[in-house]
């Protein structure tokens, strides 16, 4: 349900956000990518705006999307190769969404805590969050393999709230992927879709059961009541 009214935060609240598609547009990055592979392989590029919907589902579902023709073997092969390109290229075109930046300044002023839960892999994730100068924005990062689980599992989050010093009962868990939204609801912290990223089906965000939808990130700023 998208709720009403604001959410208070204190200084014990904790925030956990997905990466792609939540804080950082990587969309045009990752589609890039698969277009390289596709070009080494004597396929044309594909039109990047209807990929948009897919980015968040990671580099295995941008290849099946770019490659339906081949045998999962095949998607196994080519992962090694996506993943290759896209380092080269990782923050060619990315940036923040509008907006995100101004929010968490705002968290560091009122001293919220908040880390960063993604799929990505954790090499990746720190190569681009190097590149554009957020190395040091949070000390909390998990990446899709710092952990034996990953999203929608809920042990990734539960250890960036142990890593943050906080419980899932003052925590938020913030995201464009239903993953997001199983693993925020497993772990037992309030869930926020992200409807400003890469919704595969924006129709269907109200099924996922998350306590809130906010369509922009200035939305979701207006949403939470600042400690002052």
């Not at 339906?68 to 940036?95: Q, V």
């Not at 037992?188 to 409807?195: E, P, R, W």
């Not at 939808?213 to 949403?223: D, F, V």
Request: include cysteine.
């Amino acid at each position: 349900m998208s709720g009403q009214g604001l959410i208070p935060l204190q200084r014990h609240s904790c925030l956990l956000f997905d990466l792609d598609g939540t804080l950082l547009d990587t969309a045009l990055d990752l589609i890039a990518a698969l277009n390289a592979v596709r070009a080494s392989h004597g396929l044309s590029a594909m039109d990047p705006q209807p990929l948009r919907r897919l980015v968040s589902r990671g580099g295995r579902r941008l290849l099946q999307e770019g490659f339906p023709e081949a045998s999962e073997a095949t998607i196994d092969a080519l992962l090694p190769e996506f993943l290759r390109t896209y380092a080269e290229g990782i923050a060619d075109h990315t940036r923040a969404f509008d907006d995100v930046e101004a929010f968490l300044d705002r968290l560091d002023a009122h001293q919220i805590a908040w880390g960063i839960v993604t799929n990505k892999p954790i090499g990746l994730t720190r190569q681009l969050l190097n590149r554009l100068g957020w190395q040091d924005r949070t000390s909390v990062v998990i990446g899709g393999d710092s952990l034996v689980q990953r999203k929608p599992h809920p042990a990734p989050l539960l250890h960036a709230l142990m890593e943050l010093g906080g419980t899932p009962a003052q925590a938020w868990m913030i995201g464009d992927d239903t993953r997001d939204i199983e693993a925020g609801q497993a772990a037992g912290c309030g869930t926020i879709v992200a409807g400003w990223g890469y919704l595969d089906e924006p129709d269907a965000v109200a099924s996922w059961g998350a306590d809130h939808i906010c369509w922009t990130p200035q939305a979701l700023a207006e949403r939470f009541a600042l400690p002052r």
